[in-house]
């Protein structure tokens, strides 16, 4: 399918680009559509290529036999993912599938390292995204060390609030599917303490909605839980 080459002005990896070498960038990418539960790669895979979300959504978590499921994070439009294992000439460090109905753009690592020779501004861009991806992975290794389960739940839903959130009429809506057991594995706890957890705050009013679909009603109440500064 074709892509308009404007779609990449909001893609940060391309940012301080101008039309002509966005141009070129979208003529070496390849486009493709992905179904809701499409697998887009697995933990361990050799690292092939670099992906941005066009539209949709993706979740990036990492599985283990003695530890469950752990969500890293989830990935919207615009967004890079896969990239930094190129780099490496490694593995990826987790598996990436589409939660909801995704376009994605990627690109083969070799016309990744052409593109990057000849705009150096995509190297520049990608360590700054890597450095805030860094910052926000130590931010969530302190919150599982240091934070009680209740502030671990609020700070997470709190982010996908700011992250994917829209405003209607009854607050914030988490713009995705986003289950009980979602939640729990993106705070290490389990999934009938997130029940619990979710249903006091129903009844509070900070938050509303039904298994899948959460509200964020309150969202001041929810950073106060948080201890969001």
């Known amino acids: 399918m074709a892509l308009n080459p404007a779609i990449l002005h909001r893609v940060e990896l391309f940012a301080g680009l101008d039309a002509h070498a966005l141009d070129e960038i979208v003529r ?31 979740r990036i978590a990492r599985s283990a036999e003695d530890a469950g499921n752990l969500v890293i994070r989830y990935v919207g439009p615009g967004e890079v993912f896969g990239a930094l294992a190129l780099f490496h000439g490694g593995g990826y ?19 990744l390292m052409e593109l990057i020779e ?21 931010e969530r290794i ?13 700070h997470a839903l709190v982010r996908l609030a700011k992250q994917a959130g829209t405003t209607v009429e009854r607050g914030i809506e988490i713009g995705f599917p986003l289950s009980r057991k979602d939640i ?26 039904s298994r899948k679909h959460i509200i964020v009603c309150d969202l001041r109440a929810l950073e106060a839980v948080a201890g969001s500064r």
């Open 118 to 138: 000849r705009y150096p501004r995509i190297a520049l861009n990608a360590l700054r995204i890597v450095g805030r991806r860094l910052d926000e992975l130590q």
């Open 28 to 58: 070496h990418g390849r486009t493709r559509r992905l179904a809701r539960g499409t697998v887009i790669f697995r933990h361990g895979e050799k690292a092939t290529a670099c992906h941005v979300l066009v539209s949709g959504r993706a």
């Open 184 to 209: 729990a594995a993106m705070t290490g706890t389990r999934h009938y303490t997130v029940s619990r957890i979710l249903s006091d705050w129903q009844e509070r009013g900070i938050i509303a909605g």
């Open 93 to 111: 460090p987790a598996d990436a599938s589409a939660i909801t109905d995704c376009v994605e753009i990627q690109w083969p690592a070799a016309a």
């Open 142 to 154: 302190r919150e599982l060390t240091a934070e009680r389960v209740e502030q671990r739940v609020a």
